[in-house]
């Protein structure tokens, strides 16, 4: 049996007969290959001394397709069943900007249907005048802050952002066309 620094080492064959009892194997079993040709991989359940019960996990492949076990090292590592606190840091940032980008994203839908209700409501209307189209400028500076914040922190694509703002403005300029406010291949007419 050779042993290296990191990991003691076992040929396969020797496995069955160098492992402790059943409840003292290593919790992580992994196979290399000194051809770069043959892999071999084996899945053994095992109880973990931590409590609980596991497998080794691998697979068996070869360029031939067959199975060697020529040429094999299998390296058994003790590792304990404990996520380092990394993963859990990880995972409390990640909830905490899923809620904050839900929330961004919640209030600049809710910004945009805003603007979408006002112009319908102006399109609709009968004695609409070119001055209540100011308060929806307002209304669209407003839905476009929202966008662009939401955009900046990383939670909308700028491309979708884009076509957000993209959006509004259209709705907007088709009320101003359908209501004679704004003529689009008009000249423009020259100050004196």
Known sequence: ??????????????????LPSPTR??????????????????????????????SWAATSTSSAGKLRRRGLEVVCEATTGRRPDSVA????????HRIRNHA????????????????????KK???????????????AEAYK???KTVQVGALHRNTGNHRKSRLARRKKAIEILRGWYVPNAEPVAAT
């Open 25 to 54: 194997l290593p919790i992580s079993l992994s196979l290399r290959a000194i051809s770069p040709r043959a892999r071999l991989s084996v899945s053994l359940p095992f109880a973990s001394p931590h409590g609980g019960y596991g």
């Open 1 to 18: 049996m050779a042993a290296s620094s990191t990991s003691p080492l076992f040929s396969l064959s020797s496995l069955s007969a160098s």
């Open 126 to 140: 009968a004695d609409a005048q070119p001055e209540e189209i100011i308060e929806i400028e307002k209304m669209i």
């Open 89 to 96: 840091k990880r995972e409390r940032q990640n909830d905490k």
């Open 104 to 123: 961004r994203k919640a209030e600049m839908r809710t910004r945009m249907k805003k603007v979408f209700r006002a112009l319908e409501k102006l399109r």
């Open 146 to 148: 929202a966008i662009d």
